[in-house]
C-alpha cells in the first residue's frame, strides 16, 4: 500500500525483495521507471553513501541480521 502512495505522488525508489514471488508482482504491478527492484537480501544490497536520498522499511526490520 505505501508503494501505491509513492508511486501515485511520482516518486522514484528502489524496492528491495528477498522473495522471489513478491519481487516479481512488484515488477509487474510497478512502472520499471518509478520503481526497481532488487531482488536480494537487504544486508546484501550496496547502500554507497550518497547515493540515497532516505532508507525507508514499512515492516522488514525483524527481518535484518
Given amino acids: 500500500?505505501?508503494?501505491q502512495a509513492l508511486?501515485?505522488?511520482g516518486a522514484h525508489?528502489?524496492?528491495v525483495e528477498i522473495g522471489d514471488h513478491l519481487a516479481s508482482f512488484?515488477?509487474?504491478r510497478f512502472p520499471a521507471?518509478?520503481?526497481t527492484v532488487v531482488n536480494e537480501?537487504?544486508?546484501?544490497?550496496?547502500?554507497?553513501?550518497?547515493h540515497w536520498d532516505a532508507v525507508f522499511s514499512a515492516n522488514a526490520y525483524h527481518w535484518v541480521d
Fill in 1 to 3: 500500500q505505501a508503494t
Fill in 7 to 9: 508511486v501515485a505522488r
Fill in 13 to 15: 525508489f528502489t524496492a
Fill in 26 to 28: 512488484l515488477r509487474n
Fill in 33 to 35: 521507471g518509478q520503481v
Fill in 41 to 50: 537480501a537487504f544486508e546484501d544490497i550496496d547502500l554507497t553513501a550518497g
